[in-house]
């Protein structure tokens, strides 16, 4: 069940989103955040993950460690490091793109469960996003990604190995969403 808990986090995301946008279009952030929060908590997720996956982007996109030491005090330890989890680069400016996502593919074996779930429900929603746009605007959508065609196919199926042991019945959605980028 969720509490105010949730209400309060879901609030805090909004504050902290308001001003960003999807990549390569006019939809609000928040649409993404509660997108995860949707499927995380259809895959299983508690109240502290389904409030991490609200938050999930907040260090890495809004504040870097001071936005996770706030995330802890308002929402506790456990939110914090799931928070943490899903952040593949607090520095600025980020690694170059393919050693970001090579190193947190690498990290996603040293992760918990309870970090993991969250992650998976990101990168399908990300995925599923890819997807349809893909569909609506064609090949154009790869323009928006610094990795291009190939490094998004390349970095989401390596995701979904590292997912399928954990989740082995979860990962298929976003194994679906994959297939669709090609």
Not at 25 to 48: C, K, M, R, T, W
Not at 73 to 92: E, H, K, N, P, S
Request: with cysteine.
């Amino acid at each position: 069940m969720l509490t105010a808990r949730f209400d309060a986090a879901l609030a805090y995301a909004s504050e902290a989103h308001r001003s960003q946008v999807r990549k390569g279009s006019n939809v609000p952030y928040i649409s993404h955040l509660l997108g995860v929060a949707s499927i995380a908590l259809e895959f299983g997720a508690d109240e502290d993950q389904a409030i991490a996956a609200l938050l999930h982007d907040s260090v890495e996109d809004q504040g870097g460690l001071e936005r996770l030491e706030d995330i802890r005090l308002r929402f506790g330890d456990r939110v914090a490091r799931i928070v943490m989890d899903c952040t593949d680069a607090v520095q600025t400016p980020k690694p170059a793109w393919r050693t970001r996502k090579e190193q947190y593919l690498a990290s996603l074996a040293q992760k918990d469960l309870d970090s993991l779930l969250v992650s998976l429900a990101d990168k399908t929603h990300n995925a599923e996003a890819i997807a349809a746009d893909r569909g609506q605007i064609g090949e154009a959508i790869w323009d928006r990604f610094t990795g291009g065609k190939d490094g998004s196919i390349w970095y989401y199926q390596e995701l979904a190995k590292a997912f399928a042991a954990p989740f082995p019945q979860q990962v298929a959605r976003l194994e679906r969403a994959v297939a669709g980028f090609s």
